[in-house]
């Protein structure tokens, strides 16, 4: 079982690394194909591929906070993050076919 950690941002990666998360693969963007069962995957996928993952019977992490308006869009750094109380928050994802 792996740990997949997915995200682009340094600042998010810095907050990862003093939260005390260990992964077993950091990358900017992430091929659901190569996640197993029983793998956790951490990040702000795309719905579509979160629900992906989550069909593969792996574990989703959201990263949430409550962000103000004045800070969309901007690169957050590890101390914003703290600021901004950033959690992960597990989920279950599933494609509902018409």
Not at 23 to 46: E, K, R
Request: hydrophobic share 40%.
């Amino acid at each position: 079982m792996s740990i997949w950690f997915i995200s682009r941002h340094t600042g998010a990666i810095a907050w990862a690394k003093r939260q005390g998360m260990v992964v077993d693969h950091q990358l900017g963007h992430l091929d659901p194909q190569q996640v197993a069962a029983g793998d956790t995957v951490i990040g702000t996928l795309p719905i579509n591929l979160a629900a992906e993952v989550c069909a593969r019977e792996a574990k989703y992490y959201h990263p949430s906070l409550r962000l103000p308006p004045a800070l969309r869009g901007t690169e957050l750094d590890a101390d914003q993050l703290e600021e901004l109380d950033a959690r992960l928050e597990r989920y279950l994802i599933q494609r509902l076919t018409p």
